[in-house]
């Protein structure tokens, strides 16, 4: 089963950046669409951004459109999501999430099979 680990997460003022950082041992991570969900205190986990299995593919919640940005070095096996100009809303929990079916609804929860144990973000104003 593969283990995903998130880093890079922190606590930035709005207007800063980060770069969050997925990561498994297994070569086999390369061959699977990855997400990124955010959940925030109180609230519903959401989808933020995902890429498919060879990287040709990128999706994106309305909410972060221009601001995410969402990659992979199949290389190196890990996908990263470039977050710029970030916003207090933007606060929560990222999680990575991963799937090795075919590519389609991956803005969905239940299209992943193996999800990290998260990574906080925190923006201040």
């Known amino acids: 089963q593969v283990q995903l680990v998130e880093s890079g997460g922190g606590l930035v003022q709005a207007g800063d950046s980060l770069r969050l950082l997925c990561t498994d041992s297994?070569?086999?991570?390369?061959?699977?669409?990855v997400g990124w969900f955010r959940q925030a205190p109180g609230k519903e986990r959401e989808f933020v951004a995902a890429i498919n299995w060879n990287n040709q593919h990128t999706y994106y919640a309305d909410s972060v459109k221009g601001r995410f940005t969402i990659s992979g070095d199949k290389d190196k096996n890990t996908r990263s999501l470039q977050m710029n100009n970030l916003k207090p809303e933007d606060t929560a929990v990222y999680y990575c999430?991963?799937?090795?079916?075919?590519?389609?609804?991956?803005?969905?929860?239940?299209?992943?099979?193996?999800w990290g144990q998260g990574t906080q973000v925190t923006v201040s104003s």
């Open positions: 999430a991963a799937s090795n079916s075919l590519d389609y609804a991956l803005e969905k929860e239940g299209r992943y099979d193996y």
């Open positions: 297994a070569r086999t991570f390369s061959l699977y669409a």
